[in-house]
């Protein structure tokens, strides 16, 4: 008989799923029980049912959808990771995603289907109402992380002679209005965007008064190949809630929430994050294969860096033969150059990245970052200068340390924000690539200031 593990989940619940659980979902599916893996996630809310999906085996997770049967909520789609998405809507018959892709938002429905095979996109698109395709199709035709990609086509627009009563009317009888709205869109004939009305001032404002007087003119617009990032950080400068979004000829085709801005703002924090680390944009749910091509990829490169470091040691050879100390204590000047480099190359990739460091900024930041690696690099060498003192009993050594510490964290500081602002310059990710080129900087100014000191000050 199998062992009893099931347990009891609170709906309300914002951990994640217990290995209990996921387990108990695993061992009902295995012994062909639907019903009771059902269970085990009725009480779920999307978040957290999409949270179960990626975590069981991947030959779990269409198992487990048909088990919940006509109550699947297909939001969960459009919470999962890009990669179990996929291959959940792979599994889907295609009937099915039809049906999910008419009851998600526009942004939603686009990430459910967009790396389907082209002949599945193309039955799923003609089995949906003409208008709900249309805007499906205006969405995928926009680059992936652009505006025009991450909006809903739903949006509420009224002309400007209209008066508040006749909105009112309208919202109220019309059919194809989206669930959610925080604001009306006023448009001129050629749907250009004149202002916006937020709901609230709609419903405190007497029936007759025409939204032109109440509309907000100067509503930030948003242009739909804009870059995702360049969105989010509009919202942010602006504190945007919503924003319209207008083709090239300026008409009004949709709107950005700041519901989707949240998530592209946790999406790049991640990828910056990882980026930094040489691991690329992969996941847990990620294959061996896809994780090990990437990473490989910086490893090779670090490794001709690491040998460039181990060729400046070797020129020291006979230094380090003499005085057994310099190969005790020159790990520590690399080191600390190292963590000094990663620190400040960390305050300039994200300040790159939100733009609050740029031509008007940079002398002052650079001059900042040399101060701050002078003042350190005094500091350590002065207590590496007394511990090499006393630990090896001698003055020369100390003095060698204390210089080679103040010349590897200046170039530390040095490294950190130049080579961040080289790579921009030359329109390279400096989150993904500044790592290595920091690390070798410091690796080899490092070895190279303290044993080329020690051969000259120790003969």
């Not at 295995?30 to 996630?41: K, N």
């Amino acid at each position: 008989m199998a062992e009893d593990r099931s347990i009891e989940i609170s709906p309300e619940s914002s951990e994640m799923p217990s290995s209990d659980l996921i387990w108990s979902i695993s061992e009902a599916l295995h012994r062909q029980d639907p019903a009771a893996a059902a269970t085990f996630v009725k009480d779920l809310k999307a978040p957290d049912l999409a949270d179960v999906i990626e975590l069981l085996e991947a030959d779990d997770r269409i198992p487990l959808i048909q088990a919940i049967g006509p109550t699947f909520d297909f939001e969960v789609l459009s919470e999962l990771d890009e990669n179990v998405r996929d291959q959940v809507s792979e599994g889907l018959p295609n009937d099915l995603l039809a049906k999910a892709v008419t009851q998600l938002d526009t942004d939603d429905a686009a990430y459910v289907i967009e790396n389907l095979e082209e002949s599945d996109k193309q039955e799923i698109l003609a089995q949906l109402p003409s208008g709900e395709r249309q805007a499906l199709e205006r969405n995928l035709e926009y680059p992936e992380e652009t505006a025009g990609r991450i909006m809903q086509a739903d949006f509420v627009a009224v002309p400007p002679f209209w008066t508040v009563g006749t909105v009112v009317d309208h919202m109220r009888e019309s059919d194809n209005l989206p669930d959610y709205f925080s604001e009306i869109f006023v448009v001129d004939p050629t749907f250009h965007v004149l202002g916006a009305v937020d709901l609230s001032r709609l419903l405190r404002t007497k029936r007759d008064v025409p939204v032109s007087t109440i509309m907000d003119p100067d509503r930030h617009v948003v242009l739909a190949t804009e870059g995702q990032e360049e969105v989010a950080r509009q919202f942010q400068r602006y504190d945007l809630m919503s924003a319209p979004v207008v083709d090239e000829s300026n008409r009004l085709v949709g709107v950005v929430t700041v519901d989707d801005v949240v998530e592209v703002i946790q999406d790049e924090a991640d990828f910056e994050i990882k980026a930094l680390a040489g691991v690329g944009d992969e996941s847990l749910s990620d294959t061996v294969t896809e994780v090990a091509k990437p990473r490989f990829l910086w490893l090779f490169v670090n490794l001709f860096t690491a040998l460039l470091a181990s060729a400046v040691i070797g020129i020291f050879g006979a230094t380090i033969e003499k005085m057994v100390a310099l190969a005790v204590l020159m790990p520590i000047v690399a080191s600390m150059g190292g963590n000094a480099g990663t620190q400040t190359m960390t305050v300039a990739v994200r300040a790159l990245a939100t733009r609050e460091l740029t031509a008007a900024n940079v002398a002052r930041v650079v001059f900042r970052e040399t101060a701050v690696g002078l003042l350190n690099g005094a500091a350590f060498a002065i207590l590496m200068g007394m511990i090499a003192y006393f630990w090896f009993q001698s003055t020369r050594l100390g003095l060698v340390i204390g210089a080679a510490m103040i010349v590897n964290l200046l170039a530390a500081a040095l490294a950190g924000i130049f080579i961040p602002l080289a790579l921009n310059r030359m329109k390279f990710d400096p989150a993904v690539s500044s790592t290595v080129f920091v690390t070798t900087v410091t690796d080899v100014v490092g070895f190279f200031s303290f044993l080329g000191l020690a051969t000259l000050w120790l003969k």
